[in-house]
């Protein structure tokens, strides 16, 4: 936060200052005194305050960044309370213009077995915001999964596609050993035929902006014979021992997102 380094600056202006004063005290009984210590004396006090020039400046650079940030946050509350929008919390605030992309956490992002059956009924991706800086910022939104089978004909690719508002996000964070994020864990519209899905994930802040994420996850799809479709429901499952690979490598990704194809489904409609 910004106050607190404000005031902790302050201080130790303040102790600068008082040990100038004192310096330059020192020097008035001197008169005739040794030449040597007065050039000490003095030579302290041009890096003392050289040292006062620095901080003000660091004052004045947190000051100034202290309320373009105030002028941020009533500038986005005014836009919510005209869009007639829920205005974020104060917490919300802080946070809310940190938030420069969306990661999926691939040690936690797999098919998973709930039932105890042959292969994957359910579907568990992690989120996580972040800044511009790679690190975590736990801010709930709108989240948008939809998952893909390439391998299928393209009316049947579609494995299902779910939508989380903002309440519903902060209910799902989750924090361990390997990872924090938002864990969202999804019934399969459509069971996947092939060991690999892919699946595209949109973060929506509050005040609108929209993040995109695509990746490649290991799934072990049902036999045929035992394939089936349902709602989302399930008890909680973090998948285990298994890897996925980025959909930087994936040639569906390439279809799904670079398709010229004027028949070419949003990933969300």
């Known amino acids: 936060m910004l106050k607190p380094r404000i005031v902790r600056t302050n201080e ?3 102790v600068l200052w008082r040990t100038v004063a004192l310096a330059f005290l020192t020097l008035i009984p001197l008169g005739c005194g040794s030449r040597r210590q007065t050039d000490l004396l003095e030579a302290r006090l041009r890096d003392q305050e050289d040292q006062l020039v620095e901080m003000q400046r660091e004052v004045n650079a947190a000051t100034a960044e202290r309320d373009r940030q105030e002028r941020e946050n009533l500038d986005l509350r005014n836009r919510l309370a005209e869009r007639g929008a829920n205005l974020p919390t104060p917490e919300q605030s802080d946070v809310l213009f940190r938030v420069a992309g969306i990661s999926i956490n691939k ?3 797999a098919g998973i077995d709930s039932d105890d059956r042959p292969g994957d009924d359910m579907l568990a991706v992690m989120i996580a915001p972040h ?3 790679e690190d975590l910022v736990k801010l709930p939104g709108t989240v948008e999964i939809a998952a893909y089978d390439m391998t299928l004909p393209e009316d049947r690719q579609r494995l299902g596609s779910w939508t989380f508002d903002a309440a519903q996000t902060r209910e799902k964070w989750h924090s361990g050993i390997v990872g924090a994020g938002f864990l969202f864990q999804v019934k399969w519209d459509r069971s996947p035929s092939a060991d690999e899905v892919l699946v595209h994930v949109r973060y ?3 005040d609108g902006r929209q993040f995109d ?7 072990e799809p049902p036999p045929a014979d035992i394939r089936s479709f349902g709602d989302d429901a399930g008890v909680p499952v973090l998948p285990t021992g298994r890897r996925s690979r980025s959909s930087d490598d994936s040639a569906g990704r390439v279809r799904l997102l670079n398709s010229s194809s004027d028949d070419q489904d949003n990933p969300f409609e």
Do not use: F, G, Y
């Not at 994420?213 to 799934?219: A, D, F």
């Open 12 to 14: 130790r202006l303040a």
């Open 107 to 109: 040690m936690l992002s």
């Open 131 to 133: 800044d511009e800086q």
């Open 204 to 206: 929506t802040t509050i």
């Open 213 to 219: 994420k695509t990746e490649t996850l290991l799934v």
